[in-house]
Each structure stands twice: as structure tokens, then as C-alpha cells.
């Protein structure tokens, strides 16, 4: 948007409403060229392509987008409103801050995607092309497998902590339901990772003695 009213703090801009409804796929720019060089074009353009994980959406150079000159007021109101934007940091132009709407980073969306669909990926696969993936402990643990080494590249694209390491707990398959297992759903699987996202600001406490 290049609405002068999402610069202000205003509560009925298009900011504002988007920040006060909290989607969790929608983010916003703010550009003075937003109407002719379609600065989200260029955004989406150099941070979509790489693997969830290996890039966070600050400090971004948008080409072919000039970028603003903003107060700090200015800067203050749109980060308030969870509001996107283009400024020059040390005459390098970059966007700041890589936010949805609701405050969470869209790194943090691309990467639980990430790993909710290359795990249907993973299971889809290993059900295709396996004449049988028996209801046991032995079955249990070839699905574990799987999702772990969907978590164990997200290690590796650093969209996952190394330490701790990721874990994935399946139950004993006597532990589930009877009825369930008649039907042929497992049920208690589980994984935990920790996420990492792009470092976006550093604070320094230094002291300097004589």
C-alpha cells in the first residue's frame, strides 16, 4: 500500500484493520511506489524461491523499487501496525521487518508448511510404493524414520535447531486404540524441533575502560 494514513497512528487504515483482524497469511508493504512498481512483486520475487528456511524476509533489496524516506514516527507507526518497509540502512535499501499482519514472521508460515507437506510427502510415498506398511511396532518405526529426516533437512536448511536435535515419539502399537488399529489408523505420533528464524535485530551492551 502507499496509503499516507498507514504511516499515521490512525486506527482505521488499511494497516491498522489488516493488523487488528490478525491474518496469518497476509502481509503488508508500505511503499511510495507501491501503485507503479509493485514493490510486493519484487519482495516475493527474491524471497519465495529459496527453501523455507534459508531466508528470512528482512533486509531484502527489492529491484527496480526505489525505496523511502520515512521518519521515525513513521517507522514507529508502522511497526505498530505489524507494517512492512523499504528504507535505506547505511546506503544499502532494505526491507524491514518481514512481518504478517498478526506479528509473526512469514518465515515461520513458509517453514511449518514446509514441514507439514514434505512429511504428507514422505508417509504418501512410503504408503505408494510399499506393498504393505504393517500395523506394528517395525511399521511404527519406518514412519518415524520418515518424519525425521524431513526435520533432519530442515536442520540442514536451517529452518531447525541442531541443538536440541529434533525428536519424533511414536508409541507402542499396543497402546492404541484397539478400534482404531482395526481400521488401520495409527494414532500418538509426535515430533518436536526447534525453530530457527533470521536474526532481525541485535542489541550490544559494551563497556570501554581506560
Known amino acids: 500500500t502507499s496509503s499516507a494514513a498507514a504511516k ?30 509493485y514493490p510486493e512483486c519484487a519482495w516475493v520475487g527474491d ?56 506479528g509473526s514472521f512469514i518465515e515461520e508460515t513458509m517453514i511449518v508448511d514446509w514441514t507439514k507437506s514434505r512429511i504428507q510427502e514422505r508417509i504418501f510415498f512410503r504408503m505408494v510404493n510399499s506393498l504393505k506398511l504393517p500395523s506394528d511396532n517395525p511399521g511404527l518405526a519406518v514412519i518415524q524414520s520418515d518424519i525425521y529426516s524431513v526435520l533432519q533437512e530442515g536442520v540442514r536448511n536451517t529452518a531447525f535447531a541442531s541443538n536440541p536435535a529434533p525428536s519424533v515419539y511414536v508409541p507402542d502399537i499396543l497402546d492404541i486404540d484397539p478400534n482404531l488399529r482395526a481400521q488401520g489408523i495409527v494414532t500418538g505420533i509426535k515430533f518436536k524441533a526447534r525453530m530457527v528464524i533470521g536474526i532481525v535485530e541485535v542489541e550490544i551492551d559494551g563497556t570501554v575502560v581506560i
Open 47 to 102: 524471497r519465495l524461491p529459496p527453501v523455507a528456511g534459508t531466508a528470512q524476509w528482512s533486509y531484502a533489496t527489492l529491484q527496480g523499487v526505489l525505496p523511502d524516506n520515512l521518519t521515525d514516527d513513521e517507522i514507529a507507526n508502522l511497526e505498530n501496525k505489524k507494517c512492512n518497509y523499504y528504507i535505506v540502512i547505511a546506503n544499502v535499501p532494505v526491507t524491514k521487518k518481514g512481518w504478517l499482519v498478526n
Open 8 to 37: 499515521t497512528n490512525g486506527t482505521t487504515d488499511i494497516a491498522a484493520q489488516l493488523n487488528a483482524l490478525a491474518y496469518d497469511r497476509v502481509g503488508l508493504l508500505w511503499s511510495a511506489v507501491a501503485d507503479t512498481s
